[in-house]
């Protein structure tokens, strides 16, 4: 096999969703032994302030704490970063100036799986924290690309999805009521609504609701895409060339 990328992952944006990223980059790995698994740093950094309301409530700034797993890796030789939250993708050039790895953004993947896989979706859902949405991370990657973004109502935004994330026993805490998943799964069926050709689960609590198998719509799942795409590129596989030129950017 040839040699592998060594790889930090930065949970705790929540520490459930990190985990959950973990695992699929070792269910995606194509190793057969425990020596053929990538050799990984995961920290999970939940003294990480909360992404969303830095961005919309101009409270406490993430980048510091995130520079502190950025810092640690630093230190051990780590090629290759990812951040197991979307929102946090918002520093993004920060952090890249304050390593010399390659920090694998996701929302650079997107449009590529669209091209490849669900070639002439137009209407594009995005499921995802108003700190994702205000921010317009997908809306700039995709919207330049001629692509219309669709997203939820203001209300069904805070009173359907953000609460299902942040609420007591929510997608963000230890244990998840029936509440929660009963408040994701109305939220998605409200975007389902707005005729769209392709949702897009762009928030990691996302990935922890909803499995892409089992989806029966048109779906990204970008954690799982981010985590697929991640393996590919610390294995050094063939098929995730064109990631090259997003290094350049």
């Avoid at 830095?54 to 890796?73: G, K, M, Q, T, W």
Wanted: aromatic content about 10%; charged content about 20%.
């Amino acid at each position: 096999m040839t040699v592998k990328k060594k790889l930090g992952i930065i949970g705790g944006m929540g520490s459930r969703a990190g985990a959950c990223f973990l695992q699929k980059i070792i269910d995606y790995s194509p190793a057969t032994s425990d020596q053929e698994f990538l050799e990984i740093i995961y920290h999970n950094n939940a003294a990480i302030p909360d992404r969303t309301r830095a961005i919309v409530y101009n409270e406490p700034s993430p980048i510091d704490a995130i520079l502190r797993s950025v810092d640690l890796f630093n230190r051990n030789g780590i090629e290759v970063i990812t951040l197991g939250c979307i929102t946090s993708y918002y520093y993004y050039r920060q952090i890249t100036e304050h390593t010399s790895a390659y920090v694998i953004n996701p929302l650079h993947l997107i449009f590529e799986s669209i091209k490849e896989d669900y070639a002439g979706a137009l209407r594009i859902g995005i499921l995802a924290t108003t700190g994702t949405i205000n921010s317009g991370l997908f809306h700039q990657e995709l919207g330049s690309n001629g692509l219309d973004i669709i997203t939820l109502s203001h209300h069904d935004q805070e009173n359907l999805f953000m609460r299902s994330v942040y609420m007591k026993n929510g997608f963000k805490s230890a244990h998840i009521s029936q509440e929660a998943r009963d408040l994701m799964k109305r939220s998605i069926d409200k975007l389902s609504e707005q005729q769209v050709d392709l949702i897009i689960g762009g928030c990691t609590e996302v990935s922890v609701a909803i499995s892409p198998d089992v989806v029966d719509f048109p779906y990204i799942d970008t954690l799982d895409l981010l985590a697929k795409r991640t393996v590919d590129y610390c294995y050094n596989l063939e098929k995730i060339n064109y990631l090259k030129e997003w290094i350049r950017k």
